[in-house]
């Protein structure tokens, strides 16, 4: 007898009826195996194996494939927070469902954590049953996404290698002309969701940040700040076996004349403002250092400038213009401190 659970699970979860037939299943061999339990009917048309939860599930079972940020958060790319269902179908779609209830007819009026995307037949020809090609992913995450979310998408492909440089140089050709900017915020050698936030975070605050900057031989500091605040940002699963050897990395950066900072991934999600207020505190501290120990004069002058620009959150002149959110659409412009 065709096990029909193991045809559907070999091909990823989630098998159209023409796939399995294509393999010998017959529709008494479909027919029991829903009826066993085995597999299970996402839409009609279609078997699965996954849970009913399962967002590759969802979208089939509205009668499309995960795109956008549905589709990263599927294929394990740094994201923070929950986002709505993100589902690419044909530009001639119909008979679309209920994410929840394969008998209920999508209801176009109130979409019920659904955003539906209209793909021509480009899109369509890319991917897999469940998820539209990684390239068509990322596009729509840049386009719907905020800025800090889109750089640690294409951070993570990049860094993972799911997307090389010349994926990436095509992928913002595509992009319309207000949206290319991006490329100058993405970098190839971030190492994880906390360090892509964070240097997002300060760049777009006008703070010149510099990725895995090498100290000594061996290691590298995660962030460098303005030339003067070391930051480290690695998670918790990181670092609990490494106390010792995080401990004397510290030290190493203060040697270096920097002024080492370890957040934690909890920290950097969570409060991010007590975590800015301190690494800008310390930005301070070293502008002002130089006048230390001098002779009543208060701060040199290149002191003193440094200190008013940071004051002012002034842009950098090292950062790429921070864009602003119009309606659907980023401009490129200076950022407003306010």
Same mark, same amino acid.
């Given at each position: ?171 913002? /050709? ?48 995660? /962030? ?115």
């Amino acid at each position: 007898m065709l096990d029909i659970a193991k045809i559907v699970h070999s091909l990823g979860g989630l098998a159209h009826k023409r796939q399995l037939v294509a393999r010998g299943a017959r529709d008494v061999d479909l027919t029991r195996a829903v009826r066993d339990g085995v597999v299970s009917r996402a839409r009609q048309g279609w078997y699965t194996t996954l849970s009913k939860t399962d967002a590759r599930v969802r979208a089939v079972r509205v009668g499309g494939r995960l795109t956008g940020i549905s589709a990263i958060v599927q294929a394990g790319g740094w994201i923070l927070g929950d986002h709505p269902l993100h589902v690419s179908v044909p530009d001639n779609a119909a008979r679309l469902r209920s994410q929840r209830n394969r008998r209920v007819r999508f209801d176009m009026s109130a979409r019920a954590g659904v955003v539906l995307h209209w793909d021509g037949i480009g899109v369509v020809e890319r991917g897999t049953a469940a998820s539209v090609g990684l390239s068509d992913a990322l596009y729509r995450v840049v386009l719907d996404e905020d800025l800090e979310t889109a750089v640690a998408a294409l951070d993570w492909a990049l860094r993972t290698g799911a997307l090389d440089l010349v994926d990436l140089e095509s992928l913002i /050709l595509r992009l319309p002309g207000d949206h290319r900017f991006i490329r100058a915020w993405v970098d190839e050698h971030c190492d994880s969701l906390p360090e892509s936030l964070t240097r997002t975070r300060l760049r777009s605050r006008g703070h010149a940040v510099t990725s895995q900057v090498r100290l000594g031989d061996l290691e590298r500091i995660d /962030l460098v700040v303005d030339d003067c605040v070391g930051i480290e940002t690695d998670g918790e699963e990181f670092h609990l076996t490494r106390f010792e050897r995080d401990r004397r990395k510290d030290l190493n950066i203060t040697i270096e004349n920097l002024y080492a900072l370890r957040p934690s991934a909890r920290m950097i999600f969570s409060e991010w403002d007590l975590v800015l207020l301190a690494i800008e505190t310390a930005i301070s501290m070293h502008v002002r250092a130089p006048a230390i120990g001098n002779s009543g004069h208060g701060h040199s002058d290149a002191a003193r400038v440094l200190e008013n620009r940071l004051r002012r959150g002034r842009r950098s002149e090292q950062s790429p213009e921070f864009p602003k959110a119009e309606g659907n659409r980023w401009v490129v412009g200076t950022l407003d401190q306010g």
